[in-house]
C-alpha cells in the first residue's frame, strides 16, 4: 500500500511540475533557438539579395549609356543639318550633301526620329487623299524623302530630292528650271537622258503641263521655297492640284511665322485657286489649291511672305 502511494504521489508531482525556463540573455529577453536563428539568416539573405537588385536596376547599363550618348550625338547633328536647310537656297544645299553624301542619311534618320513623336503624319493623310482618287493621276513629290508616297499609291509618282539612294527618287534642285522641250515617259528615261546631258543635270526634268498632282510635304525648306512653287505650277496641268503640308508654326504670325492667309494670296497670285484648308491637326496645317485654267498673260509680281524656319531648340 505504501508503495502505490509512494508511485502516485511521484506522478502528481510529475505532472504539476513546471516547464524549464528558456535560457535568457542580458536584457531579460529569451535567447533565440537554431531554429529561430536559422529562419533569421534566411530572411536577412533575401532581404540583402533584393536590395543588391534594386541597385542594379537602377544602374545604367554601359550598353544603354552608350545608345544615349549616341542618340544626343546623332539629334544634336540632326538640328545643325535641319537649320541648314532652312537657311539656304536649294542650289546651295545640293551642292553640300554633293560634297558630304552620307550627311543626308544623318538628316533623315534624325528627321524619321522626329516624326515618330508626331501623333499623326501628314503623308499619310495625302495618300489617302490620293487613295480616293483615280489612280491615272500622275503625281510629282517635291522633296520625297524616302518615297514612302510612292511607295504607298499605284498612281505614277515623280520622287525628287536633294539625294538620291533609291533608282526611283531624281536628285535634284527643285527650283524654277524649264525643260518644255524634253518628252519622256519614264523615270528610266528621264534617269538616262539628265546623265547625258552635264547641261541639265540637278535639273527638275518634267514637261510643263505634264503632272496631275504636286505635292509639297514638310518640304518648302529653302530660302528661295517660292521657286519650288514657281516649278510646280510649270509641271501641273491646268486644274491641276497643288498640295501643301507644313510645320504650323511657320504660319502663326503670333511667332514670327507667315500668315496662312498672306501665304495662300501669294500662292493665287502665281496662278492657283484656293480649294480648302485644314487646321485641325496640332502640328501641322495641309492647304490645297488648284491651278486655275487660264492663265494671265501679264506676269506679275508676287511679294511672298518670309516661312519660319522650323527649328529644334538646342539641348
Known amino acids: 500500500m505504501k508503495e502505490g502511494q509512494s508511485r502516485n504521489r511521484k506522478r502528481r508531482r510529475h505532472s504539476t511540475s513546471k516547464p524549464k525556463p528558456q535560457p535568457q540573455n542580458q536584457e531579460g529577453l529569451q535567447s533565440p533557438t537554431k531554429k529561430h536563428k536559422a529562419e533569421a539568416n534566411e530572411s536577412c539573405k533575401r532581404d540583402e539579395h533584393q536590395t543588391a537588385a534594386s541597385a542594379s536596376a537602377k544602374r545604367p547599363k554601359p550598353s544603354t549609356f552608350l545608345d544615349k550618348m549616341r542618340a544626343r550625338l546623332s539629334g544634336g547633328h540632326f538640328r545643325m543639318l535641319n537649320e541648314k536647310l532652312y537657311t539656304c537656297t536649294g542650289k546651295e544645299a545640293l551642292d553640300y550633301f554633293k560634297e558630304n553624301p552620307a550627311l543626308f542619311n544623318t538628316y533623315h534618320s534624325g528627321y524619321q526620329?522626329?516624326?515618330?513623336?508626331?501623333?499623326?503624319?501628314?503623308?499619310?493623310?495625302?495618300?489617302?487623299?490620293l487613295k480616293d482618287r483615280s489612280p491615272s493621276l500622275i503625281v510629282a513629290d517635291f522633296g520625297c524623302g524616302d518615297a514612302r508616297l510612292a511607295k504607298s499609291v499605284k498612281n505614277k509618282v515623280f520622287s525628287f530630292d536633294l539625294v538620291s539612294d533609291d533608282p526611283s527618287v531624281i536628285a535634284c534642285d527643285m527650283?524654277?528650271?524649264?525643260?518644255?522641250?524634253?518628252?519622256?515617259?519614264?523615270?528610266n528615261c528621264i534617269t538616262i537622258y539628265v546623265a547625258i546631258h552635264p547641261v541639265l543635270k540637278n535639273m527638275t526634268p518634267l514637261d510643263s503641263s505634264s503632272i496631275d498632282a504636286a505635292v509639297f510635304c514638310l518640304s518648302l525648306m529653302g530660302t528661295n521655297f517660292s521657286s519650288y512653287l514657281q516649278e510646280a505650277h510649270r509641271v501641273l496641268k491646268p486644274r491641276g492640284w497643288l498640295l501643301i503640308a507644313e510645320v504650323k508654326s511657320r504660319f502663326?504670325?503670333?511667332?514670327?511665322?507667315?500668315?496662312?492667309?498672306?501665304?495662300?494670296?501669294?500662292?493665287?497670285?502665281?496662278?492657283?485657286?484656293?480649294?480648302?484648308?485644314?487646321?485641325?491637326n496640332k502640328m501641322f496645317i495641309l492647304l490645297y489649291f488648284k491651278k486655275k485654267e487660264k492663265q494671265n498673260s501679264k506676269s506679275k509680281e508676287i511679294e511672298w511672305?518670309?516661312?519660319?524656319?522650323?527649328?529644334?531648340?538646342r539641348r
Open 252 to 280: 502663326d504670325p503670333n511667332t514670327g511665322g507667315a500668315g496662312p492667309n498672306e501665304f495662300s494670296k501669294a500662292v493665287c497670285d502665281l496662278g492657283f485657286v484656293p480649294v480648302s484648308k485644314d487646321f485641325s
Open 175 to 187: 527650283s524654277n528650271i524649264r525643260l518644255d522641250k524634253i518628252k519622256l515617259t519614264s523615270v
Open 305 to 313: 511672305p518670309e516661312l519660319k524656319p522650323c527649328l529644334y531648340k
Open 113 to 129: 526620329e522626329q516624326m515618330s513623336h508626331w501623333p499623326e503624319l501628314p503623308v499619310n493623310i495625302i495618300i489617302k487623299w
